[in-house]
């Protein structure tokens, strides 16, 4: 599963030139910040606090892999219903405390894999799994990236269309005919030419597309709402919480594999041997635990990032390090983060469709450089099972868990391979 590192151009331990460096970690920054910011919005947390928990969850994520992985932690998805719910019943001290037991589970699971070994790993997830998986992940993003680009308020708009192709095309220009500067900060100028964009198509129509209001509104200098545990509330065992979003870390683990896989193939390396799956998983559960902490969402790795390193073929863990350190930085800067927030969903839209759409086309390189034969039967069928279940959405809902999506195409995939038997040419 490795892959030439000719065309890199910053190798993961590379350091990019101070100027270059900071554009390079503020286009990181603006590429997951829709998403992170979407789902404490969705679930009634403030967003600066997402923000800041992504920077530092990121940090520690990078610590305790010993600063190998080049993986930026974000809001999960994956908690999102389940979150909305314990607002609901018992407010922030059980969602913090569900999202530190979840972390709790990557240390738990971490631990095991640290006595048991890591030799299972290429016997359970070989090629024609990982493949359809890493495939999965970015096409299973597909449906969010069209919605972003071409409606509004769940309606078509033309002119959302437009703007999110003028925003599409723009970073197809930089990373195609950019020179020196520009064709390693597409993504960043996409957005940049996009809001533009937006500001004359708001002016000659006449409809508002970008409001300025909460910038106007934003302080400068904003210390987040915090929920600090063991701070601003005291403890009490939730019981609900931890049944209820403890399972769900099996889920976002299933992704994390997925992430780590991608992250195998554009790199060149094996993470799964060194730092080792042990480290990723703990990373993840340290970065978990810490959002739990300040009253954040759970956070997870970022397959926008992971989108933004295949365009670029950039993989400097200092990038990730500066787009961490940029997000504690700005989640106390009011206005800043207001001008981050006022990005029209068009033009992530449109940045989207680039980004996920190089993720599953990751998984299509794994299969050609692993040479998968399709002939067979057995290869057909599993990458089959798993395409259709993974993005049409199939899940299994058992006592109040759901399991969906990325997370039960991969535990099909596994299935269906030990299962299976081998075929003879």
């Not at 998805?77 to 589970?105: H, P, R, T």
């Not at 790993?121 to 359809?132: F, R």
């Not at 197809?172 to 030419?193: D, Q, R, W, Y």
């Amino acid at each position: 599963m490795t892959t030439s590192k000719k065309d890199v151009i910053y190798d993961v331990h590379d350091k990019p030139p101070i100027g270059m460096w900071i554009g390079l970690s503020f286009q990181h920054l603006f590429a997951m910040f829709g998403a992170t910011v979407l789902v404490p919005i969705l679930v009634g947390i403030d967003p600066s606090i997402a923000l800041f928990s992504s920077g530092l969850g990121t940090l520690a994520h990078l610590s305790v892999t010993k600063y190998k992985i080049p993986a930026y932690m974000g809001s999960s998805f994956a908690y999102i219903l389940a979150m909305q719910s314990l607002m609901k019943s018992d407010g922030i001290a059980a969602v913090a405390q569900g999202a530190v037991v979840g972390g709790l589970v990557y240390l738990l699971v971490a631990l095991i894999v640290k006595f048991v070994g890591k030799a299972w790993i290429d016997k359970v997830l070989p090629p024609i799994v990982v493949a359809p998986i890493v495939m999965v992940i970015g096409l299973s993003l597909a449906g969010t990236a069209v919605n972003d680009a071409m409606n509004k308020n769940g309606d078509y708009n033309l002119t959302f269309l437009l703007i999110a192709l003028v925003t599409l095309f723009a970073v197809l220009a930089f990373n195609m005919f950019g020179k020196g500067l520009t064709s390693l900060i597409p993504i960043l100028l996409g957005i940049i030419v996009g809001y533009s964009f937006t500001l004359i198509v708001q002016q000659i129509t006449g409809t508002p597309i970008i409001t300025f209001d909460e910038i106007s509104a934003s302080h400068w200098f904003s210390v987040p709402s915090f929920d600090i545990m063991f701070v601003d509330y005291s403890f009490k065992l939730y019981p609900s919480a931890i049944l209820t979003m403890a399972p769900i870390a099996f889920v976002t683990m299933t992704e994390h594999f997925g992430h780590v896989m991608v992250l195998n193939s554009l790199t060149g390396n094996d993470y799964f041997k060194d730092p080792g799956l042990e480290r990723t998983l703990t990373g993840d559960g340290v970065a978990q635990m810490i959002a739990g902490v300040f009253g954040a969402p759970p956070v997870t790795s970022y397959g926008e990032n992971i989108g933004v390193m295949a365009i670029t073929k950039i993989h400097s863990v200092y990038v990730i390090a500066g787009a961490a350190v940029f997000a504690v930085v700005l989640s106390f800067i009011g206005k800043i983060t207001a001008v981050i927030h006022s990005i029209p969903t068009p033009v992530i839209g449109g940045v989207s469709i680039a980004l996920f759409g190089v993720i599953a086309s990751s998984g299509l390189k794994i299969l050609v450089e692993n040479k998968v034969d399709f002939d067979d039967k057995r290869n057909l069928l599993i990458a089959s099972v798993i395409l259709v279940s993974g993005i049409g959405g199939l899940t299994l809902n058992i006592a109040g868990i759901s399991i969906s999506g990325v997370a039960f195409s991969t535990i099909l995939g596994i299935a269906m391979h030990l299962i299976l038997p081998k075929t003879t040419d």
